[in-house]
């Protein structure tokens, strides 16, 4: 298995050498020279396997520098009932209605980063030991990716986390996770500014080649694609816990920002998974939808970002959209390129003319949920299911409901626990969320935060400061 990149100009690589890239050279993001095919064969037996068991059958297709003993081992460490919670690792549950909710918030964070993050932490410290390197990782959140690196990455050898956050945009819950954390090797960067902001940044230090190489800069965001490689497996586990044989097929609905969760789906569905639609979920920051409607990506500025409720979803540049485009455009990476350049120069772009292709090709359709509705939505699930949702979770079973056709199978993927959203389930239910035992006074911890303007040069020189080079 080889990788290029979405924009032309990476020479075909091996897995381990991308995963410590983040970026490609050429700004694109690393992809598959091609996704491998899964055939009716391979689906009957995987569907039995046990979750550690299917995640290495699906990521020894796209790993298959890492010898198969040693990959397994990385998988089995990764994915236990200590961690997870409980042997099935993402189990489904059924809303009345018939609607299915495949919970991915059972790590150590709370959210379905952890799927990812826990891996990629494992991952990065096997090809770092058995190459005598270091890594310095660069990070942006919105909310959960953070967390969820840092918890994956800490006391780790050889690795330093530099993540970047939106100054007062997340809920108390999580700058506390992120925050009170005091190992050394985690450095948390408040940015005055939006999620875009940071992720600006976080492009900016890694297109500034000569200091990523100094430096030795990776990436954990979403444009990391071995944190694609691992959600991918989890479409495959909610495939056939949703379904009673692989002769059925099954729609995903997935709250959107960063496009790295749904375009796992889009990738599980290339590979041959039998899904009928990709659905897209947005809050009010509504560029994808606005997309997958018209065939128009019009990135928003800083100033048309609302800050909302769900604020995991605040995102106005989809960093992932750019892998969906690449195949959407037939993987011409001149194309793509050109596209983002217009994109880079705050213009976007029109793709009305492949509209029809986006939805009978690749499955995809859309819909956004705004504050009420989610009010209104964790309102209902409470009441007729007795199950409390978090804010990103309500806007897709929003979405699901609205766009579900009659005797569709309709997966709706978790994206944390509502305990990470506290303010907003008071508001809708008059209580406190759940929280998990280990949680207590998190929001009372001290915490460690630099607080800087949203200026690369400055985050370039704390990372040069706190490294002593």
Known sequence: MRYISTRGGLAPAAFSDILLMGLAPDGGLALPE?????DRATLDAWRGLSYPELAFEVIRLFADDIPEADLKDIVNRTYTAAAFGSADITPVKRLKDGLAILELSNGPTLAFKDMA?????????????????????????????GSAA??????????NVFMLSPSGKMSAFQRAQMYSLQDANIHNI?????????????????????????????????????RVVAQVVYYFKGYFNATASNDEKVSFCVPSGNFGNICAGHIARQMGLPIERLIVATNENDVLDEFFRTGVYRPRSSAETHITSSP???????????????DLVGRDGDAVRALWAKVDSGEGFDLSAKLAEVGERFGFVSGKSNHADRIATIRQVDAEDG????????????????????GETVVCLETALPAKFAE???????????????????????????????DAARVKALIVSELGE
């Open 387 to 406: 199950v409390v949702v978090d804010t990103h979770t309500a806007d897709g079973i929003k979405v699901a409901r609205e766009l579900r056709r009659a």
């Open 312 to 326: 995991s979803m605040d995102i106005s540049k989809a960093s992932n959209f750019e892998r969906f485009v690449f």
């Open 117 to 145: 993050m826990q891996l990629l932490g494992n991952l990065f410290e096997y090809v770092l030991e058995k190459r005598g390197e270091t890594l310095n990782i660069l990070g942006a959140t919105s909310g959960d990716t």
């Open 150 to 159: 840092e918890y994956a990455m800490r006391g780790k050898h050889g690795i």
């Open 424 to 454: 907003t389930i008071v508001e809708a239910l008059g209580k406190q969320p759940p929280r998990p035992a280990g949680f207590e006074g998190l929001e009372a911890l001290p915490q460690r935060v630099v607080e800087l303007p949203a």
């Open 34 to 38: 091609a996704y491998p095919q899964i």
């Open 190 to 226: 408040a940015i005055a500014g939006l999620f875009d902001d940071c992720q600006d940044i976080v492009k900016a230090v890694s297109n500034d080649h000569g200091f990523k190489a100094t430096h030795k800069i990776g990436t954990v965001n979403s444009i990391n694609w071995a």
